[in-house]
Each structure stands twice: as C-alpha cells, then as structure tokens.
C-alpha cells in the first residue's frame, strides 16, 4: 500500500511539471481602451451633437396635452395655458391610440411647460395627460 501510494504521488509531481511546461512564462498586456477609441470618448445626445441641425423637420416632437371628454373643459384648459403665456392649438381630429380632446403646446413654450405645472394641471382638470409624439400628421386648428 505504501509503494501505491508513492507511485501516486511520483505521478503526480511528473504531471505537475509537464502542465507547468505549457503555461505561459508572462503575463499577457492589455492595450488600453482610451488608444482605440480616439475621438469617440464621450456619448454625446443627438441634440448636442454638430449634425443636430442636420436633423429633418419632420423629426421634430410636439407636445400634446389633453385627453379631456369635452370640448368645454378643452376650451378652459387652453384658457388656463393662455393666461401662463403659452401658445396652445386644438387638435383637429384625434390623436393615435387616444381619446378625447387635445391641444398642441407650441415648440417655443414647451420649455415654460415643465413637470410641476403638469402635475397641477392634473389635479385641476379630471383626467388630463400629456404625450410626445411627432409634430408631422397631426391637423390643428390656428
């Protein structure tokens, strides 16, 4: 049993320097991501990108708000955009896979639109919300 065990461990030491004789004498370099990539570090949004210009018209978003049942209630939330200093249109027709009555906010104030005026203007008019979906396709009313 004593000369089984031997053999074993002779083999094993034999085994172990053959494996080691494969494995590589340095550890392998790695080139550095930053020499690859050059002038394309940064992610930059398609707004803030030179071609931003070069974007077509008819890729530019519109702000819809509405949803509301009447007319009414669509003529007094235009009314109350009014009265803020921005410029809203009656959507003729209805929107894609909406209901209700819409207005169009105008591109120069959607900026004055913001989240917490929306908000308040939820808790105001029953079930108003607000969509960004292409200006193009979308008959108003001037």
């Known amino acids: 049993m004593r000369w089984l065990f031997l053999l074993l461990l002779v083999l094993n030491v034999i085994y172990y320097v053959w494996h080691q004789q494969g494995a590589p004498l340095k550890v392998k370099e ?3 991501l930053s020499l690859y990539k050059g002038s394309q570090q940064d992610i930059r949004l398609l707004s ?3 071609n931003a210009a070069q974007v077509p018209a008819r ?3 519109c702000l819809y708000v509405g949803g509301v049942e009447t007319p009414e209630v669509l003529e007094s939330l235009r009314q109350r955009l009014t009265s803020l200093d921005i410029r809203a249109r009656k959507v ?3 929107l ?3 209901t209700g009555w819409w207005l169009q906010i105008s591109p120069e104030s959607q900026r ?3 989240q917490t005026l929306l908000s308040t203007l939820s808790n105001d008019f029953k079930d108003l ?3 960004i979906m292409l200006c193009e396709g979308v008959a108003t009313v001037d």
């Open 30 to 32: 790695v080139v550095s």
């Open 48 to 50: 803030e990108s030179r």
């Open 59 to 61: 890729e530019k978003e």
């Open 92 to 94: 003729v027709g209805k």
């Open 96 to 98: 894609v896979d909406s």
């Open 112 to 114: 004055l639109l913001d």
């Open 129 to 131: 919300k607000h969509k």
